[in-house]
């Protein structure tokens, strides 16, 4: 089956710093790949997707992710977090049949 | 505004008894979702629906049923037979039918079985 792993459930960061949320996926001849970011008690809102072209996709909010096709992976990043981006991500794949297949998510948590 | 509206937001829900979670979107898509989610699994898909008057089993369909009787609306009914239901329920859209297609979610519904 079609999966998506993230590896971290929780992330602790400090404010200012660096951070990288991996995901990886099973492998398939194509893959459209999205992560997403849930803030407590709210729907999921898109922060990015890969479809096909440049590995390097840049979302919302500072993030971007890199599509690395021979590790099979896309993991998130951003150079330097605020206190707002605490939420929850989860990065997803289209399974082929029109619906998305998420990770079990990762929590990031900003400290001060 | 155009967007995703789920109701109501908590629900409770006494042993033994159906419930209905309203799902309404006013983006004209094509595509609707449920997805069902509990701490530290992700989102799990219950139904998903192409096109009206079509649905599709999910991953977990069991205990649940839908309906698409119109483009805009895409209630789930969360049956007796549902063993677990107290979970965060998501609505989703999305346009066409073409893979890769953004994914809209609603702000999602509390139910809790008690």
């Known amino acids: 089956a079609q999966s998506v792993t993230q590896l971290d459930s929780q992330v602790p960061v400090f404010e200012e710093a660096p951070v990288e949320l991996r995901c990886n996926y099973s492998?398939?001849?194509?893959?459209?790949l999205f992560w997403y970011v849930q803030y407590p008690n709210q729907g999921l809102q898109l922060l990015l997707k890969?479809?096909?072209?440049?590995?390097l996709v840049k979302g919302i909010n500072g993030f971007e992710a890199e599509f690395n096709k021979s590790q099979t992976s896309f993991h998130l990043r951003k150079p330097s977090v605020h206190i707002s981006d605490t939420a929850e991500y989860f990065c997803?794949?289209?399974?082929?049949?029109?619906?998305?297949?998420f990770g079990s998510g990762t929590r990031l948590q900003v400290q001060p | 505004d155009g967007g995703i509206t789920q109701s109501p937001k908590y629900l409770f829900r006494k042993e033994g008894q159906n419930v209905t979670l309203s799902c309404e979107q006013n983006?004209?898509?094509?595509?609707m979702y449920w997805y069902r989610q509990d701490p530290g699994q992700g989102l799990r898909l219950i139904y998903y629906?192409?096109?009206?008057?079509?649905?599709q089993k999910g991953d977990i369909a069991e205990g649940y049923s839908v309906s698409r009787e119109k483009k805009e609306s895409f209630p789930l009914t969360v049956t007796s037979a549902q063993k677990n239901p107290t979970a965060f329920y998501l609505c989703?859209?999305?346009?066409?039918?073409?893979?890769?297609?953004?994914?809209?979610f609603g702000e999602g519904s509390w139910l809790t079985v008690v």
């Open positions: 989703a859209s999305s346009r066409g039918q073409n893979s890769g297609n953004t994914i809209y």
């Open positions: 492998s398939s001849v194509s893959v459209y």
């Open positions: 890969y479809l096909s072209g440049s590995t």
């Open positions: 997803a794949r289209d399974t082929g049949r029109r619906a998305l297949t």
């Open positions: 983006l004209n898509h094509d595509a």
């Open positions: 629906s192409q096109i009206v008057n079509d649905f």
